[in-house]
């Protein structure tokens, strides 16, 4: 029976501020997520279950108004499982494939399970519903400290396409944390996902990335909808602990869309200020109450069709480019980088009528 880390609302982190520098990966009031977590994460390294000893990585921020964070990771790059065919956006799950039932069960870390008041609708003698369990398990080839995966139910046996119910765990796994380094992501089938087996990644990174504050245009404000106006283009929700059910909902709305429509998608969840679509106060730009929630449709990659440099997946749509080789990652400039991404990115015309059709939906709804 593996740990259980049990939660309530109450839990939330809401007191968070982006200091300036990196952040330590030691907060002075670690959250208890966080502890079971980097504690979990380093007994398992430790124990040699992962493919590779994962050291402190060389970073360095590239000159530029993107302020790319690079990191030099090659054993990710050569070390990592091998990714399975994947044809189709909706491709079915295969039970013979490799998936999260086939790992060594030490490679659990917890299970979150939350708990919430009893319905106040339910009658005497009526069972409120079962919590449903988020597993949390290392992920053996890591990106960065703390590289777990977020699988619902894996027995389940759910392809890859998201749930609300696993957007919200996404959301408030971020909220628990008291780490603004700690992030969340999804890639969907054709986006880099490796494994057809529903699942998200987090891990911590703790230096700035420039999402967590870039102005946003909004569409749909009453859902906490709005649109990049910096490259990449992406759509940006943002809820603070009240909204966290509401905005799932939403986001699921949008990523069901692009499932239908056959678009693939990357999506990244990190502590971040209130969208604005000004000047605002260099104080109010540090606060980290809330979490950005950003979603980017991109052109479907099937196949094993890799850059040299790095994959165009969920951290390096956000700004955080993990680089497979050292040339590369001392070579490289910003510009370099926005040519390999600008490949992947929907072409204007398409992002423009997938917003208006977006807008549309949520508003709706």
């Not at 939660?7 to 007191?15: I, K, N, S």
């Not at 869309?257 to 990357?266: C, G, I, K, S, T």
Request: hydrophobic share 35%.
């Amino acid at each position: 029976m593996p740990l259980q880390f049990v939660y309530t609302d109450q839990e939330f982190v809401t007191d968070v501020c982006r200091s300036s520098g990196p952040s330590s990966r030691t907060s002075p009031v670690p959250a208890k997520f966080d502890t079971l977590l980097q504690t979990g994460w380093t007994k398992r390294m430790e124990a040699g279950l992962f493919r590779y000893t994962l050291g402190a990585l060389q970073t360095h921020i590239m000159p530029g108004s993107h302020n790319y964070v690079a990191q030099l990771n090659v054993q990710r790059g050569s070390e990592k499982r091998k990714p399975q065919e994947i044809l189709s956006i909706r491709q079915e799950f295969n039970p013979r494939q490799f998936n999260f039932n086939k790992i060594n069960p030490e490679e659990v870390i917890f299970e979150m399970v939350k708990v919430t008041e009893r319905h106040p609708d339910l009658h005497n003698g009526e069972e409120a519903p079962q919590p449903s369990r988020m597993t949390v398990l290392v992920n053996v080839s890591p990106l960065e400290f703390g590289h777990c995966l977020l699988v619902p139910d894996p027995l389940s046996c759910l392809p890859q396409i998201l749930t609300p119910f696993t957007i919200q765990v996404g959301i408030e796994s971020v909220l628990l944390s008291s780490d603004t380094g700690f992030r969340v992501g999804f890639n969907s089938l054709g986006a880099f996902a490796s494994v057809n087996h529903l699942h998200l990644h987090g891990y911590y990174m703790g230096r700035e990335l420039k999402i967590e504050s870039r102005q946003a245009e909004p569409l749909v404000p009453e859902k906490g909808f709005y649109r990049f106006l910096d490259f990449p283009v992406g759509f940006l929700f943002y809820t603070e602990s009240e909204q966290v059910e509401e905005v799932s909902r939403a986001v699921c709305e949008v990523t069901d869309l692009l499932v239908a429509a056959n678009v693939a998608h990357n999506l990244f969840m990190t502590r971040g200020c209130p969208p604005h679509d000004g000047m605002q106060d260099k104080d109010d730009l540090s606060l980290r109450r809330g979490v950005r929630i950003i979603v980017w449709p991109r052109l479907s990659c099937f196949g094993v069709k890799e850059d040299s440099a790095f994959n165009v997946a969920l951290c390096e749509l956000a700004g955080h480019l993990p680089f497979k080789n050292k040339r590369d990652f001392e070579c490289y400039t910003e510009k370099d980088v926005s040519d390999i991404i600008q490949k992947y990115l929907l072409p204007d015309d398409e992002m423009k009528a997938l917003e208006q059709q977006l807008v549309l939906l949520l508003k709706d709804s």
